[in-house]
């Protein structure tokens, strides 16, 4: 069994994936640049810094691309008091504890949206760490976050549980396994091409079924 489960926490424990594609969609709109929620609903969990020229090009990016980060960051604010946590994601916390693994929270979220995760998990005494912005040089899908992550657990084997084709191209760069959920809105069919080793519903789902799991 890995030593530890790196997790992440937008669109895997809380909620979030349509709410940031809203964000992100005023923040273009706000700035005089039209691209389709659907098109920014595929990059949602890319890197802030590489979101803009992702999904609107590298002129946009050049011209535009501070501007438009900073006003996702403010539409962003104005709906995470809407944001739930996903049921099961307390629960698998404290189940991934009992079977003897360290856990972390591996998120490249600014702090004050990590703080209001944390909140919402009401878990810390269970966690054995967490990540923020400030930690990672680059985020998904880069491997830095799931590497420091990994490094807050003390080091040795671990395993990635996320949402996005990203969470698992980050796992695979890093050396670890990962385990997917279909929660953040991409397919079974991506999570596994990504590198997904399993994937299930829904936390709740994982939860339930941790014993058939690779952290069984």
Not at 23 to 46: L, Q
Not at 67 to 85: G, H, P, Q
Not at 115 to 134: F, I, M, P, R, V
């Amino acid at each position: 069994m890995p030593r530890t489960a790196v997790l992440d926490i937008d669109g895997t424990l809380v909620d979030t994936n349509y709410h940031h594609a809203i964000g992100w969609f005023r923040a273009f709109k706000a700035n005089d640049v039209r691209v389709p929620i659907w098109r920014i609903h595929r990059h949602i969990g890319v890197a802030g810094d590489l979101f803009v020229k992702a999904v609107a090009g590298d002129e946009v990016d050049a011209s535009k691309g501070e501007a438009i980060r900073e006003a996702e960051s403010k539409f962003y604010a104005d709906l995470i008091d809407d944001v739930v946590l996903f049921e099961g994601a307390r629960q698998l916390i404290f189940s991934l504890k009992e079977a003897g693994c360290s856990v972390v929270l591996a998120s490249s979220a600014k702090e004050e949206e990590l703080n209001h995760y944390l909140e919402l998990l009401d878990a810390k005494d269970h966690l054995d760490g967490w990540t923020n912005a400030d930690d990672v040089d680059q985020a998904k899908p880069a491997p830095d976050v799931i590497l420091v992550a990994l490094e807050k657990a003390g080091g040795g084997e671990g395993v990635m549980i996320g949402d996005s084709t990203w969470d698992c191209e980050a796992a695979k760069r890093a050396g670890v396994a990962s385990i997917g959920v279909l929660t953040g809105g991409f397919s079974e069919d991506e999570l596994r091409k990504a590198g997904a080793a399993q994937v299930f519903e829904s936390v709740k789902e994982l939860e339930s079924r941790l014993s058939e799991t690779i952290l069984g």
